[in-house]
Nanobody, 122 residues
Framework: QVQLVESGGGSVQTGDSLRLSCTAS????MGWFRQAPGKEREFVAC????????DYTSSVKGRFTISRDNVKKMVYLQMNGLKPEDTAVYYC???????????????????WGQGTQVTVSS
């Protein structure tokens, strides 16, 4: 198991940007999920180890970018063009994986962060 620590959430206006950060580990595929009030947790983005493969949910493609810095052992979610519908608690997730494998289902992940709130107002 790995301990995941997220940071970077906050309250912003429509169109603003935020960058979420999360600790990562070697040989772990990483993902970002979010949960809005009254809704189920949903997939946002994921990245393989060591970072060659990525995937995004359709609603964030072109606006969000997932990346990882394996020297610093961090994974990032750069969020541009934020919209009110992006408001949610964002969770970082990890699972040990083979090189190039990436996962978009929350049931694929074994370790979760505590979540960081992102609020986008119009």
């Amino acid at each position: 198991q790995v301990q995941l620590v997220e940071s970077g959430g906050g309250s912003v206006q429509t169109g603003d940007s935020l960058r979420l950060s999360c600790t990562a580990s070697d040989w772990y595929a990483m993902g970002w999920f979010r949960q809005a009030p009254g809704k189920e947790r949903e997939f946002v983005a994921c990245i393989s180890w060591p970072g060659t493969k990525k995937d995004y949910t359709s609603s964030v493609k072109g606006r969000f970018t997932i990346s990882r810095d394996n020297v610093k052992k961090m994974v990032y979610l750069q969020m541009n063009g934020l919209k009110p519908e992006d408001t949610a608690v964002y969770y970082c997730a990890a699972r040990r994986g083979v090189s190039g494998a990436y996962y978009s289902r929350d049931s694929d992940y074994t370790d979760w962060g505590q979540g960081t709130q992102v609020t986008v107002s119009s």
